[in-house]
T-cell receptor
C-alpha cells in the first residue's frame, strides 16, 4: 500500500516549456487535490476533484490545468511554465468529504 | 472568507521542555480542524483532527490539541519535546465545498527547533 505517489520528485524547466505532474493513490479515495507550497505562505489549493469525473478550481488555478484520469490518478499540467510557478507541488487524497487528506511526498519544480 | 493564523513563525525549545503552538481561525461555523507536521523534504503527515465532541483531542507522537470555541483557537501541545519533533507544523481548517469535496485552508506554519 503505497498511499499517494507523485512523479517526478524534481524537475527543472525553462520558461515557456510544458510538463505534467503525475499523482496516483491506491487507497480508493474519492477526492483528490493539488496544492503548491511557497515559503511563508503555507499550502494553497490549485485544483481539486471531489469525485471521479469532476474537477474544480481552487485558490490559485491560473496557469494550470488538471485531469482526473480515473479514480486513482489526478494529473496537473503546466502549459507554459513561468518563474512564478517555481514551487513545491503536493498531491493529496481523501476518502470522503471532511475526512483528513493524505499527502504525497511532493514535486520540487524550478522554472528558470 | 475563512482564514487560519499561526502567529509564531519560529519557536525554539529545549529537549524535554513542554511545547504549545498557537492556531487561531476565522470561520462562521465550527469547522473541522487539523494539525499536520512536515519534516524537511517530506510531505505532510496528519497529527490530529477535531470534528466534534470532546474538545481535547489526542494525536500521534504524544501530541494533543484543545479546541476553544470562545477563542477560535486550536492550540497544539506536547508535554515533553523530543529532538525528533523538530519540523514545521501547520494548522488547517476544513471547509465543505458546495460542489462536493472539501478544501483545507492552511496557516503559514510554525518552524520548531529543538535544542539538545
Amino acid at each position: 500500500n503505497a498511499g499517494v505517489t507523485q512523479t517526478p520528485k524534481f524537475q527543472v524547466l525553462k520558461t515557456g516549456q510544458s510538463m505534467t505532474l503525475q499523482c496516483a493513490q491506491d487507497m480508493n479515495h474519492n477526492s483528490m487535490y493539488w496544492y503548491r507550497q511557497d515559503p511563508g505562505m503555507g499550502l494553497r489549493l490549485i485544483y481539486y476533484s471531489a469525485s471521479e469525473g469532476t474537477t474544480d478550481k481552487g485558490e490559485v488555478p491560473n496557469g494550470y490545468n488538471v485531469s482526473r484520469l480515473n479514480k486513482r490518478e489526478f494529473s496537473l499540467r503546466l502549459e507554459s511554465a513561468a518563474p512564478s510557478q517555481t514551487s513545491v507541488y503536493f498531491c493529496a487524497s481523501a476518502r470522503r468529504t471532511g475526512d483528513e487528506q493524505y499527502f504525497g511526498p511532493g514535486t520540487r519544480l524550478t522554472v528558470t | 472568507a475563512q482564514s487560519v493564523t499561526q502567529p509564531d513563525i519560529h519557536i525554539t525549545v529545549s529537549e524535554g521542555a513542554s511545547l504549545e503552538l498557537r492556531c487561531n481561525y476565522s470561520y462562521g461555523a465550527t469547522p473541522y480542524l487539523f494539525w499536520y507536521v512536515q519534516s524537511p523534504g517530506q510531505g505532510l503527515q496528519l497529527l490530529l483532527k477535531y470534528f466534534s465532541g470532546d474538545t481535547l483531542v489526542q494525536g500521534i507522537k504524544g501530541f494533543e490539541a484543545e479546541f476553544k470555541r470562545s477563542q477560535s483557537s486550536f492550540n497544539l501541545r506536547k508535554p515533553s519535546v523530543h529532538w525528533s519533533d523538530a519540523a514545521e507544523y501547520f494548522c488547517a481548517v476544513d471547509l465543505i465545498l458546495t460542489g462536493g469535496g472539501n478544501k483545507l485552508t492552511f496557516g503559514t506554519g510554525t518552524q520548531l527547533k529543538v535544542e539538545l
